[in-house]
């Protein structure tokens, strides 16, 4: 039978990958003008990584393909790896919130592909 | 001075790109299982290129891109030719919705762009 | 200590990706002009999924991505049920062709991640 | 008739794209390991810039996109930015081969558009 409609597991994922590629997006542009850019040095290159990978993910729902699973298990993957990152900078108002989205978008990932 | 928040025009903007890269995503992959595939070859290709398109854009907002403006302006150019090629096919529901999105979009990023 | 250069090992896999990549976009483009489309909608869908994740893999290689490895196996997997649907579409010149280039650029990711 | 191949003018232009996709990143990562990180700021930024359309760029031309043109215009004006940053930091020698990179796909979507 055609599949018309996506469901809510997915769009719940589909839509947290969203937000991290947005917050993932804002705080390497933020770090990128941060004074102590030499301690961001990991964090504007996981916060690419992460919203490129979350970019791929939401994508691949939408367009339901037959690897949105693998693909939002790597992604999980790297948004666990981008939030850790960010938790150490916990200083900077943005890598806190991208910290906490990016661990929003893990548990919605992993949600979705078990 | 830093840039820390995004403003109200870009942030609308940016939502309305992700919003048209999910619907035509979504109409890519109900085109691919339409019966009348025959009719859908211009339409799949267009849900394609417009999405790719999005996904640039809302990603190019978000992370503050010098060429924001430009995107926008070559996502509006997309959107509208996308949105006319699904308008030819409103009989299909995916189709119609996705026209809207689409010429939506193109008013953002037109307004966005000026 | 800095890393200035690309291994031979990584440099093969990310021209095997980018190969992949545009053999998969070539035949996408010829599947949507063929006359049997009805036939050809798998072999669509998986084009672009893979040209999808090759872009991402070659991207990743060349900016030293801590995830290259991860995103490589996913690579190799989807290029590998790319190349069994195109498989199945030998009498195209394109699905023939672009099911060799899959399966050179599964064996290479795996080669790479290994 | 259907178009099964890409002609020598588009195939030299999808080339210098991807090259410049390859070198941008290179140079991304290279700046990202730079002592004078500081002054790497807005390199960091438009090699990031540059990469990304220059993805789409031959990503768009193997899958004979209509939009081709418009992206290759766009995209040879953010390797013109992209080039004159890099060739602002020439003693780094990742700087200025890129920069060399980015001018010859400048010129390459210049004459492919025209």
Redesign the interface.
């Known amino acids: 039978m ?3 409609t ?1 469901d809510e597991n997915l769009k719940e994922c ?1 839509e947290a990958c ?1 937000r991290c ?2 917050e993932c ?2 705080c ?3 770090c ?3 004074q102590d ?2 301690m961001m ?1 990991e964090c ?3 916060d ?2 992460c ?3 979350c ?2 993910a ?3 729902i ?6 949105m699973k ?2 939002c298990l ?1 992604c999980a ?2 948004c666990e ?1 981008c939030g850790q990152e960010c938790a150490k900078h916990e200083h900077h ?2 890598c806190k919130r991208c910290a906490e989205i990016c661990f929003q978008c893990a548990e919605a990932c992993k949600k979705m592909a078990s």
């Open positions: 055609m599949k018309t996506i589909m969203l590629l947005k997006n804002f390497y542009n933020a990128l003008q941060e850019i030499d040095r504007i290159r996981l690419r990584e919203a490129e990978i970019a791929l939401a994508s691949a939408s367009r339901n393909s037959p690897f693998e693909i790597l993957q790297i790896a108002e943005h």
